[in-house]
């Protein structure tokens, strides 16, 4: 069993904007830097992290500099392809993003991903971060990456009648439970509210 706090990153300009912000490398906003209360999340032995600047930075105040961390290429955010830097009022009329929205976003969206492709990379990661916790005996990790991530992993990891949406987090929100490696399944969920 191995306990994981899986945690969305804090809020940059285009979380501001509800813009779709996937593989757009944007830094946390200043002003909501100072608002991280740390003391709300567990204490780990070793950090797993999307490449991008808003994980890195949440990751690193979040978790001391000594807490080894790792970088895990596959827990970005969906690519948003056409849709991305863009939100609902800049989208709205565009047919495209209407049919995606009408197929509940499993549409593959142009020049970006399909929502298949994205939960399979992701969940394909946490599966190798599962691994190599096993592998050197590490129980207790955080994973600090994005609101699609954390919803791929759990919608197929907890129970795949629940929504997909089911699993949306605000920044900064998350979970913290258990994997069980014998039986696959996370439980003992619990909210991290922000």
Known sequence: MIEVVIIRHGKTEGNTRKAYIGSTDESLKPEFIEKIDIKKYPLVEKVFSSPLKRCLETAKIIYPLETKLKI??????????????????????????????????????????????????????????????LENNIKKI?????????MSILHKFVDKSESFYRW????????????????????????IKN
């Open 168 to 191: 949306q987090v605000e920044n900064l929100e998350g979970y913290d439970f258990k994997y069980y490696s014998k039986e696959r399944k996370i439980m003992d969920i619990k909210e």
């Open 72 to 133: 895990k290429e596959d827990l970005k955010e969906c690519d948003f392809g056409d849709f991305e830097g863009k939100n609902y009022e800049e989208l709205k009329n565009d047919s495209n993003y209407i049919k995606w929205l009408e197929n509940n976003g499993e549409e593959k969206i142009p020049n970006g991903e399909s929502r298949v492709e994205f939960e399979k990379r992701c969940q394909l990661c946490f599966k190798d971060i599962i691994r190599e916790c």
């Open 142 to 150: 955080a994973i600090i990456c994005h609101g699609g991530t954390i």
